[in-house]
């Protein structure tokens, strides 16, 4: 029963152990190599039904949790919140339009998140669009 006891505690100790030394190790994941600042490049709507397609010049201003987003377009502009959690990042905007044409401009919900090199690619399928985001980080924060 002593033994028992003792492999029990040997276990436990070496279970923690090895959690605590994975926690500290680097993550190298698409978060851990996400760099707050400024990014510039297109947005780009495809419908899947008509095959038509709408290109847009933004700019995304990351800070901590906090995004300030612009288009060239007169209702494409936003701010919010986000969240990058594993391969998606999530967006939460503030600002309410009452007078949207179209609420795929909005820079908001879960999108997939691409890192390559210092270049950001978003993604997101709405409804019957894909809608991708290719930017280029021009300003650290």
Do not use: P
């Amino acid at each position: 029963m002593l033994v028992k006891k003792s492999i029990i505690k040997i276990l436990i100790f070496t279970i923690a152990a090895v959690s605590i030394i994975n926690g500290c190790q680097k993550d190298d994941t698409e978060i851990s190599k996400f760099l707050a600042g400024t990014y510039y490049g297109e947005k780009t709507i495809r419908n899947f039904f008509t095959n038509n397609y709408a290109c847009d010049t933004i700019t995304i201003k990351f800070y901590s949790v906090k995004y300030l987003y612009s288009g060239s377009w007169e209702l494409d502009y936003g701010k919010g919140n986000y969240f990058i959690s594993n391969d998606s990042i999530e967006f939460y905007d503030e600002l309410f339009r009452n007078t949207m044409h179209s609420w795929n401009w909005i820079l908001s919900g879960k999108y997939k998140f691409r890192l390559i090199d210092d270049s950001l690619i978003l993604s997101q399928r709405y409804y019957n669009q894909l809608i991708t985001c290719r930017l280029t980080r021009i300003t650290e924060q």
